[in-house]
């Protein structure tokens, strides 16, 4: 296994200070920014195929990305003195031509749940998106607004709980009445899962966070 | 059902959840207007965090979450005690639901209290993301915090039987497999439980176990049979097929999908309970119910189309033999 391969693989297993570790030996020995992005990313994809409905786990899910911040933080972002906009400039050199997607995120008002929801955003950021986090508890007319002021793509609302889904049919709603229907909301969450498009006024529902980014991504590459 | 039964009676969950009297009231209320089986002397699943020092935010007509946590390391357990369930938070209202549900039921229903597993009350007073890492990072410090939870619950769970109640049942959203690793669940939760189970046991014999815990459980049945649980709750990914091969020795009860309650119609429900029972027609060891809680303003009719098809089924049984 090559070094390259090595971080890969711990970055998969959630080994942080490990893959801070191999990331630092492989800029001491001239390896490129853009060689360790895409070993990290990589290690990333292999847990997506991994992680089906059934299988799923958070915690595999979030030491994962752990490690790829802090591989990010801790040993690229020193060079380059940006944090996570390291991968967007490094991902832009590569392919000029495409604007990044907006992305704005939130738990629906009604739900505290932040989780899921964070783990898709860091995702998101992974992958060249920009993200808007509104955090939790978030009124449909904030995700609105928000979409608006940011020039959004994608709206990304998540739900635990039963109760608050009444409050997911308002985004839609909103950006209707504002002429926005082009923003594309998509929904996730356990609560969501039992639902329907139709019903939330939604236009994908995600099944977990990788099923969410990989609609993200096949629409904004369409887009472009 | 739990604080549904506000709903369905038209009382703002937050009166329900703060108030023993009300939780009584509601509770026969709705098992009259459904015709249900159990009284749940249950108000929510921030009770322990509450007694222990969280502050929560209750809506009006959602249930209570937790503002502010207590918990950011192991040494500030130490400063912590464990909750008097006759005086701290809102335990006293809980064991007050208790006695009046028994004395009102007089024997009609089991009266079911709750507690919450030990790994669920950690993921409450302290931030679950963090929790998570301490797991994985410093397991040891992350046992000292387990071990003051798992004193908590069991003792409230001991006081709820002391007080009547005829089952416990341990909701433990945060054990997951959806969450953590089985390998995990073993190492740190299912003993805990399996602990708390028995220790109730000791107070009374007939005291009924029941174990809740959210998630696919098709790839991690053990979980169902580590903690020696007399009823599981089933959630809805969970194939009952799959469950009815594995059980054991333990009552299976589930799974309708919990927002078919709210945005499907009675045909829906009745079906899929048809279903169900059809699936468990082998086994006397089912309980037919939701995947998870019956949700919040769930429909009164989709409700009663759940113990309509457990009668439907009854009558074609009996007309059978």
């Known amino acids: 296994m090559n070094k390259l391969d090595e971080l890969s693989y711990l970055v998969q297993r959630g080994e942080n200070v490990e893959a801070v570790s191999c990331a630092n030996k492989l800029l001491n020995n001239s390896c490129s920014v853009e060689e360790i992005v895409e070993a990290i990313s990589r290690g990333l994809e292999v847990l997506k195929d991994k992680c089906t409905i059934e299988n799923f786990q958070l915690l595999d899910v979030l030491l994962a990305t752990r490690a790829m911040v802090e591989v990010v933080d801790e040993c690229l972002a020193i060079r380059m003195q940006e944090k996570l906009d390291i991968l967007a400039e490094t991902y832009e050199k590569t392919r000029p031509n495409e604007q990044r997607s907006v992305i704005v995120i939130g738990t629906i008002q009604g739900d505290v749940h932040d989780l899921g929801k964070h783990i898709v955003a860091t995702l998101c950021r992974f992958s060249n998106f920009k993200v808007v986090n509104l955090g939790k508890d978030i009124p449909a007319e904030k995700f609105v607004e928000t979409a608006q002021a940011e020039n959004a793509d994608f709206i990304g609302v998540s739900s635990l709980m039963t109760v608050s889904m009444s409050n997911i049919p308002g985004i839609k709603e909103g950006l209707i009445k504002k002429g926005l229907e082009h923003i594309q909301v998509v929904g996730g969450g356990s609560a969501v899962l039992q639902s329907s498009m139709e019903r939330l006024g939604l236009d994908y529902i995600a099944q977990d966070a990788f099923d969410g980014l990989n609609f993200f991504c096949k629409h904004s590459t369409l887009k472009n | 059902m739990i604080a ?196 109730v046991k000791d107070i009374n014999q007939d005291i009924l176990t029941w174990y809740s815990v959210a998630g696919p459980l098709q790839n991690n049945l053990s979980i169902i049979t580590s903690v020696s649980a007399e009823i599981t709750t089933v959630d809805y990914p969970t194939p009952m097929k799959t469950m009815i091969d594995y059980m054991g020795y333990t009552v299976v009860n589930g799974n309708i999908k919990p927002g078919m309650f709210l945005e499907g119609s009675e045909d829906d429900i009745y079906r899929e309970a048809r279903i169900l029972l059809k699936t468990t027609e082998e086994t006397k060891r089912f309980i037919l119910g939701s995947g998870c809680e019956i949700p919040l303003f769930s429909k009164e009719e989709n409700i009663k189309a759940l113990f309509l098809a457990v009668m439907d089924e009854h009558h074609e049984k009996d007309n059978l033999s």
């Open chain 2, 4 to 199: 549904v039964t506000a709903t369905l009676c038209g009382v703002p969950v937050i009166e329900y959840v703060k108030n023993g009297d009300i939780i009584s009231q509601c509770q026969i209320e709705a098992a009259r207007i459904v015709n249900s089986d159990v009284l749940f002397a249950i108000a929510d699943l921030c009770v322990e965090a509450e007694a222990i020092g969280c502050k929560l935010i209750f809506p009006e007509n959602n249930y209570p979450h937790i503002k502010t946590r207590i918990i950011t390391g192991p040494s500030d357990i130490k400063t912590k005690k464990i909750p008097d369930p006759y005086s701290d938070g809102r335990m006293p209202e809980i064991i007050k639901a208790v006695r009046l549900l028994k004395k009102d039921a007089d024997g009609s229903r089991p009266v079911v209290a709750n507690v919450v597993g030990p790994l669920t009350l950690a993921s409450r007073i302290m931030d679950i993301e963090k929790m998570l890492y301490m797991i994985v990072d410093h397991p040891d410090q992350f046992k000292s915090i387990l071990e003051f939870c798992f004193r908590v619950s069991s003792t409230f769970a001991k006081a709820l039987v002391r007080e009547g109640a005829d089952g416990i049942i341990i909701f433990d959203p945060a054990a997951s497999p959806s969450v953590m690793p089985e390998k995990l669940f073993n190492q740190f939760e299912a003993q805990l439980v399996k602990i708390i189970f028995s220790a």
